[in-house]
């Protein structure tokens, strides 16, 4: 009981300071990438810090599975480094036997990661990418400030408009340039105003004049109009897009077992089956060299972590190109990393060496001066 007890109270304290320091620096890239996206346009400047959340949110399953295993390393290293694991060998506890006390503390902590790589993740990713899509499909007038040329979501037309006071949602003095189909058109009105029909918003605009013209070519075509709509929202052609398979839900994923859907499938299931390995391999790879610094082992776990998660990423690529198959990913890849562990740690429990033994060495002892041989 006092050797559990122990080692949970360390591992509880040093996994709170890790999971504040990572969280932290996590954020700070997170609202410094946010900010960035906000100034070039693609999220709302108000909505910042909602999007910075789910954001966090989304990466929280890896900065718990990291924060759990340095904090198992910090401590078995600690442990060896003040000899307290020369104690509790000698007291009859092997290196296996501490399993049972990482995983009673780490088992709350698995499940979270495994909830929420499974079923958080592409909630966070749908909230994020609707608050993208509202943004960028929101209507074009509405991006143009009074006084202000204002370029269009697709690029090709160019709004100038000043607004009325009697009402936002009518415009005199309207100038729009558009480049379609291989045609330059140059569109004036006196006064206009927005109507939305379905999911597309259009422009109506009064007493106007368009003048048009074919690129490369010198003739003009100009007419007076007395009424003339243009669309100003593509919304309906943005929402009948194919979802991404990350936006999808696991059960969707289940259901439609696309190479796209399986390769985000086995990713999400990769988090919660690499915490779980992390764990076995917190065992085997904690050590303290005393010749060395206390940081070179915390290098090489570091190392580790960041060499299995890439190979988790990759490994999505390789299904979604078709060089594995799902089944086939999840058993050598994970299954082959619990084996590698669990016989390291096997190896250290039994103390093996690699190697022919061989006996002792014995050197000669030089011959006193006038002794007989």
Same mark, same amino acid.
Do not use: C
């Given at each position: ?39 070039? *346009? ?13 954001? *966090? ?12 295993? +340095? ?27 501490? =399993? ?54 697709? *690029? ?56 048009? $013209? ?32 990350? =936006? ?12 796209? $859907? ?14 779980? $390995? ?6 085997? =790879? ?10 070179? $082992?915390? +290098? ?74």
């Amino acid at each position: 009981m006092l050797f559990q007890s122990s080692i949970r109270k360390e591992l509880a304290r040093t996994f709170g300071a890790t999971l504040v320091v990572l969280i932290t620096i996590v954020l700070t890239i997170v609202l410094i990438r946010t900010l960035g996206q906000a100034s070039r *346009g693609s999220i709302s400047p108000q909505d910042v810090m909602l999007f910075m959340a789910y954001s *966090g949110l989304g990466r929280l399953p890896t900065i718990l599975t990291i924060s759990l295993f +340095i904090a198992m390393v910090s401590t078995l290293s600690r442990m060896y480094r003040d000899s307290e694991m020369v104690v509790w060998f000698t007291s009859g506890q092997g290196l296996a036997v501490f =399993l049972r006390p990482l995983f009673h503390f780490a088992w709350p902590v698995l499940l979270v990661i495994s909830l929420m790589a499974l079923f958080v993740w592409p909630w966070t990713n749908q909230q994020t990418k609707d608050m993208q899509s509202r943004y960028q499909q929101r209507g074009d007038l509405d991006r143009v400030a009074p006084g202000q040329f204002q370029e269009s979501s697709s *690029g090709n037309r160019v709004f100038f408009i000043d607004r009325d006071v009697s009402g936002e949602q009518v415009s005199n003095n309207v100038f729009i340039a558009a480049t379609e189909k291989g045609k330059t058109t140059l569109t004036t009105a006196q006064s206009g105003r927005l109507e939305n029909k379905g999911d597309a918003q259009f422009l109506m605009l009064s007493n106007g004049q368009r003048l048009e $013209n074919e690129v490369g070519k010198s003739a003009f075509k100009v007419s007076d109009f007395e009424e003339y709509g243009v669309k100003t929202s593509n919304a309906a052609l943005v929402a009948g897009a194919a979802p991404e398979a990350k =936006l999808l839900s696991t059960r969707a994923l289940v259901k439609d077992p696309t190479r796209s $859907n399986l390769g985000e499938l086995a990713w999400r299931l990769g988090l919660a089956l690499s915490a779980v $390995n992390f764990v076995v391999l917190a065992v085997a =790879l904690a050590s303290v060299n005393p010749r060395g610094g206390r940081s070179g $082992n915390m +290098i090489f776990v570091v190392l580790t972590f960041v060499v299995y998660n890439n190979l988790v990423n990759l490994g999505q690529s390789w299904i979604f190109v078709g060089l594995i198959g799902f089944g086939h990913l999840l058993l050598a890849l994970h299954g082959g990393v619990l084996l590698l562990a669990a016989a390291w740690l096997f190896k250290r429990h039994s103390h093996w060496r690699f190697g022919r033994k061989t006996g002792p060495r014995l050197s000669p002892v030089p011959a006193r001066a006038g002794s007989q041989p």
